[in-house]
């Protein structure tokens, strides 16, 4: 894919998990038509947090063809529910990755990064 300019930004997307616990992310993707694939993390540090970009760039991401997915763990910001470390991880990882692989944006690939926490 041919690197584009412009890249939409979402914020609070909600993504609802089995027990029906709203979580949110903001989305980052380029402003194209077809479904990309997606890259993926989860944080309790607050999507907005400095350190949740560190590693990447999501901007320039979404600029090379990649729908970016950054949510607030469960009880964490703009999440609901309470948050117990590592309690809801596996269900609610699990959980994402299914909903972002549906986003009308994505290709049904859907890629993880993150240290620490993430």
Known sequence: MEPVGQVI??????ATMRDGTILRADVYRPAVA????ALLTRTPYGKDF??????VDV??????GYVVIIQDARG???????FVPFEAEFEDGFDT?????????????????GASYF
Not at 50 to 55: F, M
């Open 9 to 14: 930004i979402e914020k609070d997307v909600p």
């Open 34 to 37: 077809e479904p990309l694939p």
């Open 50 to 55: 400095p350190v949740s970009t560190t590693y």
């Open 59 to 64: 901007i320039r991401l979404a600029r090379r």
């Open 76 to 82: 964490c910001y703009a999440s609901a529910g309470a």
């Open 97 to 113: 990755v299914e909903w972002a692989a549906r986003l009308p944006w994505c290709n049904g690939q859907v890629g993880m990064w």
